[in-house]
């Protein structure tokens, strides 16, 4: 099977946009995952979606979103970008639910807002 | 807070010698996982251990679990240069929110 994929690799926006990252999760997994991950606070949940919906969501602001779509490929957005937000964001599927199975990992969007 | 916590923080051993990890967390979990990311890449899944386990195997990797001490440690046999990575423990709750929480993780280089 073919592993998770997220595009772009690589991006870099300015303080004020907003980004659309990508994620298209293993062949028969129903459950997305976003995590960001900087030096500073290591691996911090995003969200999960579903089947179409948010079942789980981690301490970030509104400016942070996502959605699922029926084939279960997953985007996530954030919008009004602020340095700090410069990551890498990595995506996560799994057959069921993120507890209770291993995820498989994308390779990760690296994401630099100047 | 449930996330775990790894220790030490980097670790560095030669070739050939065994690598001990450990993993704190503070919460009743339903199960423990470990990650290996190689620099600035994506994690790659190396063992589950439910809660009601206590060891497991997966090759050269061995995984115990004390739920009484809220721990768990990785041991990884006859380390080779590719074991160089970082090792990230990961706990999922019983209860609430299915989401997986992980440490800072351990920086693991192994020297030739």
């Known amino acids: 099977k073919a592993g998770v994929t997220q595009t772009p690799r690589y991006l870099i926006k300015t303080r004020g946009q907003q980004v659309t990252l990508s994620c298209s999760p293993i062949s028969g997994h129903r459950s997305v995952s976003w995590y960001q991950q900087t030096p500073g606070q290591g691996l911090q949940f995003l969200f999960e979606y579903f089947s179409e919906t948010q079942r789980n969501k981690g301490n970030f602001p509104g400016r942070f979103s996502g959605r699922q779509f029926s084939n279960s490929r997953s985007e996530m957005n954030v919008s009004t970008l602020e340095l700090g937000d410069s990551a890498l964001y990595l995506c996560?599927?799994?057959?069921?639910?993120?507890?209770?199975?291993?995820?498989?990992f994308g390779p990760g969007t690296r994401l630099t807002v100047t | 807070s449930q996330q775990g916590e790894e220790d030490p923080q980097a670790l560095s051993i030669q070739e050939g010698e065994n690598a001990t990890m450990n993993c704190s967390y503070k919460?009743?979990?339903?199960?423990l996982q470990w990650y290996r990311q190689n620099s600035g890449r994506g994690l790659v899944h190396l063992i589950l251990i439910r809660s009601n386990e206590r060891e497991k195997h997966s090759g050269r990797l061995r995984v115990t679990l004390d739920t009484s001490k809220k721990s768990s440690s990785l041991l990884i046999t006859a380390s080779r240069a590719a074991d160089t990575a970082s090792y990230f423990c990961?706990?999922?709750?019983?209860?609430?929110?299915?989401?997986?929480?992980f440490g800072q993780g351990t920086r693991l280089t192994i020297n030739p």
């Open positions: 919460t009743s979990i339903n199960n």
């Open positions: 990961a706990t999922a709750r019983i209860q609430g929110a299915q989401k997986l929480a």
């Open positions: 996560a599927s799994s057959l069921q639910g993120t507890g209770s199975y291993e995820q498989y």
